[in-house]
């Protein structure tokens, strides 16, 4: 008996099509990323990670900067187990979480190596979803993630319920984070995406470097990514990372500290996107 040839419905319209990337979205992941690298992009994730922790919060920081991963380095740790001894299937990714005496756990990345540029996309697709099971046992994930917009940092960025760009009043450090804005809203359009301008003379000066970046933003891309914090610079920054010792142990009242707590805040404050 011959079958009768069944020709697919074509979806509505009218129906809203959602960009793959919002399933994977989840509101408690953090991801912090540059256009460029030198903008303050591990020590703030390290700083962060520690001012959640203090507010009684369970947070992993994962170390995702390939070649150049050193949140153990600034913490002053030496793990026996880091990404690369996960990648090369001598431990879990549950099995490398270490816990800091900053009050976070961390995963350390395996500073030297390209080991994450090297793996496909499925093997990628596979770490990171291991990760997102982990992240169900914490309030915050925290995922540093290497400069620019290569296919690991795309890939891990795709799980973040928000993504922190990193720039200052530099003009390449500037032009690179409009392009980081540029790519990430071209591959998710409802990406929620905001900008912390680190290494601030003064606070009004950061808000006017934010304010440079937000109007090539809306000029061309129709986009007003908002302004999440403006950190000051800080002597005591580079003291801290010079002593492997987190901002808030070594110098909990200086003016970075300040500026990072209150970036916490508002990210408590602010709705965090839906997991979808």
């Known amino acids: 008996m011959t079958g009768t040839l069944m020709t697919p419905t074509p979806p ?3 129906r809203p099509v959602r960009h793959p ?5 989840q509101p408690n992941v953090i991801a912090i990323a540059s256009g460029k690298g030198g903008v303050g992009k591990t020590w703030l994730s390290v700083t962060l990670a520690q001012c959640f922790a203090r507010q009684g919060q369970r947070v992993l920081l994962f170390d995702g900067d390939i070649g150049l991963a050193n949140v153990d380095i600034q913490l002053g740790l030496m793990p026996d187990r880091d990404l690369g001894s996960v990648i090369a299937g001598r431990f879990s990714l549950a099995d490398a ?3 800091s005496e900053a009050g976070f756990d961390i995963i350390a990345g395996k500073s030297g190596s390209a080991s994450l540029a090297t793996l496909d996309q499925q093997a990628l697709n596979d770490l990171r979803d291991e990760l997102m099971q982990l992240a ?3 309030d915050r ?3 540093d993630l290497g400069a620019g917009v290569d296919g690991v940092v795309r890939t891990f960025s795709a799980v973040a319920g928000i993504t922190l760009v990193v720039t200052n009043d530099e003009p390449t450090a500037l032009t690179d984070a409009y392009a980081y804005i540029k790519l990430a809203r071209m591959a998710d359009r409802n990406a929620d995406v905001r900008v912390v301008v680190n290494i601030a003379p003064t606070s009004r000066e950061g808000e006017r470097t934010y304010t440079k970046l937000n109007k090539a933003a809306e000029n061309f891309l129709k986009y007003s990514p908002p302004l999440a914090g403006v ?3 800080d002597d005591k920054v580079r003291d801290a990372i010079r002593n492997q010792m987190p901002l808030l142990t070594r ?3 200086c003016e970075a500290a300040e500026d990072v707590e209150a970036l916490a805040a508002n990210l408590m404050r602010a709705p965090q996107a ?3």
């Open 136 to 138: 169900k046992s914490y």
């Open 231 to 233: 950190i000051r610079r």
């Open 12 to 14: 509505s319209s009218n």
């Open 274 to 276: 839906a997991s979808l």
């Open 21 to 25: 990337a919002a399933a994977l979205r």
């Open 97 to 99: 979480v270490m816990p």
């Open 141 to 143: 994930v925290i995922i």
């Open 251 to 253: 110098h909990p009242m």
